[in-house]
């Protein structure tokens, strides 16, 4: 069982879908924090974001995971790893946001991270979100969602995660940015797949959001569950 959470940036994917996780007892992937990994990971060594097949090797070599935080890990739904060193905090920066869509929208990072991706889906019930889940990673997924907001509704929150609400103008713009190269990009542009399940963050709280995803699962969120134990 797989259900595949897309979205644009700030529309709620990583907390609504590792809530979902939790009530599942499925396993939750953020495919965004491995792109912001390698992201980072190309900063800090100077690749340039335009070299394609640089950025393809990169990814790679670099062992990027992510995983369940552990006790004293707190504040966090996932860690982030590059090899050994945790860089959660690192790549939740504006560097990092301004950054990712260059990086992440080259075929050759797409292909470095699809195979991964696919392998963590199936090692057993997985809710995995990101931008091409539905479309790309798991077409094949029990069910698919595509979370939706209002750019004031999400940039008011990045602003909120980051602690500086006086900077929501700021994010507002960089969010319009982000959207349009995401949905502009050649390689896996971020698209509702087809008979997704359409949810609007900006109206419903984390809880119902949820509930409307195990209600459409119906009897396979409760075979789910059953496993889980």
Known sequence: MAVAVD?????????VGSALAVRLGAAFV????MYRALTLAAIERGVDPEDGPALGRLASRSAIRVRRPR?????R???????????????????IDRAVS???RHAEVRDAM??????????????????????????????????SASTGVRA???????????RADEYLREIKQRDAADSGREVAPLRK???????????LDVEACVSAIVQRLGSRASTVRRAAR
Request: charged share 25%; glycine share 16%; aromatic share 2%.
């Open 193 to 203: 797949a087809r008979g997704a399940l359409v949810i609007d963050t900006g109206r």
């Open 114 to 147: 699809l195979d991964l991706q696919r392998a963590e889906a199936r090692r057993g019930p997985t809710v995995m979100v990101g931008r091409d889940i539905g479309t790309v990673v798991l077409p094949d997924a029990t069910l698919k969602v595509y979370l």
């Open 30 to 33: 953020d495919t965004g924090l």
């Open 7 to 15: 979205g644009p940036s700030g529309s709620g994917k990583s907390t």
């Open 77 to 95: 739904l996932e860690t982030v790893l590059i090899g050994r060193r945790d860089v959660t905090d690192q790549v939740r920066t504006p560097g």
């Open 71 to 75: 006790a004293g890990e707190v504040g």
């Open 102 to 104: 260059a990086v992440s």
């Open 156 to 166: 008011a929150r990045r602003a909120g995660e980051m602690g500086r609400p006086d």
